[in-house]
Antibody, heavy 119, light 107 residues
């Protein structure tokens, strides 16, 4: 059974850097074909894909946010970390990590973590 | 980037109704189209992948169809637990864009 859980600060100030950690179990990011993605959702709005890291350390980013995002993995700890720089109130929302299945679909998802950007 | 447009953005339906949600891609994506269900306060859940394949454990009243640019999600007989927001997602190329969502509400 695959499970994922996000952790990180619930409140960040504008201009600060957000660091979120996804801790997972049930698969290994050193196994061929595996991947973990980050997706966010502003309150009451639609889902927005942010980034994806593959087992071979290939990384993909949403071009609209690429300059602000970094995704990394720690295979030994079963963790994926997302950093987002220069946070703004519009970045407020729930941040999810999800297991990437073959065909670039997301299943399952973590429970999500709500991040508020406010001074 | 490939844009995904869902319609309608919301709909009201009764238990037992047949419901159809449409998703249109800005360019052909073959059958690289997935559907998710999200209930309030919960993470999204995969329903349909590759346009028409039912994810394990998903009730058979859910079905998907389409290819190229036009896709549909159909709920053959709406159940109380189906009231939720539904999102399509293209998996043809990055960025992996989601549609704007369709909220299915109780009439």
């Amino acid at each position: 059974q695959i499970t994922l859980k996000e952790s990180g600060p619930t409140l960040v100030k504008p201009t600060q850097t957000l660091t979120l950690t996804c801790t997972f179990s049930g698969f290994s990011l050193s196994s061929s074909g595996e991947g973990v993605s980050w997706i966010r959702q502003p309150p009451g709005k639609a889902l927005e894909w942010l980034a994806l890291i593959y087992w071979d350390d290939d990384k993909r980013y949403n071009p609209s946010l690429k300059s602000r995002l970094t995704i990394t993995k720690d295979t030994s700890k079963n963790q994926v970390v997302l950093t987002m720089t220069n946070m703004d109130p519009v970045d407020t929302g729930t941040y999810y990590c999800a297991h990437r299945s073959l065909g670039e679909l997301f299943d399952p998802w973590g429970q999500g973590t709500l991040v508020t950007v406010s001074s | 980037d490939i844009q995904m447009t869902q319609s309608p953005s919301s709909l009201s339906a009764s238990v037992g109704d047949r419901v159809t949600i449409t998703c249109r891609a800005s360019q052909s994506i073959s059958t690289y189209l997935n559907w998710y269900q999200q209930k309030p306060g919960e993470a999204p859940k995969l329903l349909i992948y590759a346009a028409s394949s039912l994810q394990s454990g998903v009730p058979s009243r859910f079905s998907g169809s389409g290819s190229g640019t036009d896709f549909t999600l159909t709920i053959s007989s709406l159940q109380p637990e189906d009231f939720a927001t539904y999102y399509c997602q293209q998996s043809y190329s990055t960025p992996l864009i989601f549609g704007g969502g369709t909220k299915v509400e109780i009439k």
